[in-house]
Structures are given as structure tokens and as C-alpha cells.
């Protein structure tokens, strides 16, 4: 009776290990496929503009190239806004932005309104000492084409971008609001022909411009 017993408590033993490891296992799955996510979230972007340089013209009697631009904006949902065009007198050039970042845990958590960084940009320049140029995309207190709501602007939608215009500019106001850096950024780079040049928004960072050599197959063509 006793051996009975005493093997009873043995495979008793072995079936609370083998759950404790089974129910550890799943736990440590769980985790890690949650971990992988919030390091998803945190590395994440998403494109907001492409630039393409549309023309090069050099002008003998002011000796200088003129470099044209086009810069597509994308909306908060994906979708191409009208293009605008800048010429410049070189190019070097860099768009002037404002952006804001909120607390990780936000990001972490892929928060519908604050799981990444937020920006808009404001004006598009190049340094050039006295003749330096400069045009500007949003205006001060304006809201921005790609977060505007259709066919409707209403005291509510001015107010909030009222706030993230003075939360980018007057950053001391922003640890109340979960906000963990506001402030002005200007990324640029050598804009050159046969470049397609993304701008992105880190979801945990801020504004980055990358380049890709355009296909072989448009060099020449003009497409519609």
C-alpha cells in the first residue's frame, strides 16, 4: 500500500513539474512575442513626403545652378496631397519642421493618438549666407493639409493645433501633456536627379530623409 502510495505521489510530482514547465513556456512565449511587438512599435516609421528633383538649369550670367524640386506629401491616412514645387539656386536643402515626441509608453502600447511621433512641416530652405531662400509650407498656427479634416474646420480641430504649435515652439509646456520632446528640426541632403528621396517619421524619433537611385527604366522617359 505504501508503494502504491508512494508512486501515486511520484507521477502526481512529475504532472506539477511538467504543468509549471508547460504554463512557464507559454508564459515566456506570450512575453517574448510581446516584447517583439513593442521593439516593432518603437523601431517603426512611416513615410510622409517623397522629393524628386524635376529640373537643373544653369544660368551663365549669375554663374549658379537652379535646382527644382517636387515635394509630395502624404495625409495622416497614406494618401498623396497636391504636389508643390521650389526652385532653388543650389541644392542643399533642407525642410524645416516641427515635431513632437510622446512618452514610450505610448509608442509601446501603439496608442491610436499618440503611439507615434507627430510633426508637420513648415518651410522648405536653403542656407546661403545673405541670399539664403526660404518658402514656407504651413504657416504659423495653420492647420496642416495632411491632418486638416475634410470640408471641415471647427474651433476644436484650430484649438488642438493651436496647442502643437506652441507645444514644438515653447517646449517647457509639454511634460504635462505625456509629451517627451517638442522642437524644431530641419532635416536635408544633396538633392540630385535620378534620386527618389523618402522622408520618414520615426514612430519613437523624429524626421529622416532616405534615397533611392531610380529604376534604369524611367532614365529618359517623361511619364504622365
Known amino acids: 500500500m505504501g508503494k502504491i502510495l508512494r508512486t501515486g505521489l511520484c507521477w ?3 504532472g506539477l513539474i511538467g504543468w509549471a514547465i508547460w504554463t512557464w513556456g507559454i508564459q515566456t512565449f506570450r512575453e517574448n512575442a510581446l516584447l517583439k511587438k513593442v521593439i516593432q512599435r518603437l523601431e517603426a516609421d512611416s513615410r510622409v513626403a517623397e522629393v524628386l528633383v ?9 554663374q549658379k545652378t537652379y535646382t527644382t524640386i517636387k515635394f509630395l506629401e502624404y495625409d ?3 494618401h498623396p496631397l497636391s504636389p508643390l514645387y521650389f526652385t532653388f539656386s543650389g541644392n542643399i536643402i533642407q525642410f524645416q519642421s516641427l515635431v513632437i515626441r510622446f512618452d514610450d509608453v505610448h509608442v509601446r502600447r501603439g496608442d491610436s493618438l499618440k503611439g507615434k511621433s507627430a510633426y508637420l512641416f513648415w518651410k522648405v530652405f536653403m542656407l546661403d549666407g545673405g541670399n539664403t531662400q526660404e518658402f514656407e509650407i504651413t504657416k ?3 492647420i496642416p493639409q ?4 475634410p470640408q471641415e474646420t471647427s474651433a476644436f480641430e484650430r484649438e488642438i493645433w493651436g496647442r502643437f504649435w506652441d507645444y514644438a515652439l515653447h517646449s517647457d509646456q509639454a511634460p504635462e ?3 517627451k520632446n517638442a522642437q524644431i528640426e530641419a532635416p536635408g ?3 540630385i536627379p535620378g534620386v527618389l528621396y523618402t522622408i520618414n517619421i520615426e514612430h519613437d524619433g523624429g524626421l529622416r530623409i532616405d534615397s533611392t537611385p531610380l529604376s534604369p527604366i524611367l532614365k529618359g522617359e517623361e511619364i504622365l
Not at 495632411?146 to 479634416?149: E, L, S
Open 12 to 14: 502526481l510530482l512529475f
Open 54 to 62: 524635376t529640373g537643373v538649369q544653369y544660368d551663365e550670367a549669375a
Open 76 to 78: 495622416a491616412q497614406g
Open 140 to 142: 504659423v498656427n495653420e
Open 146 to 149: 495632411g491632418y486638416k479634416v
Open 177 to 179: 501633456k505625456h509629451i
Open 189 to 191: 541632403t544633396m538633392f
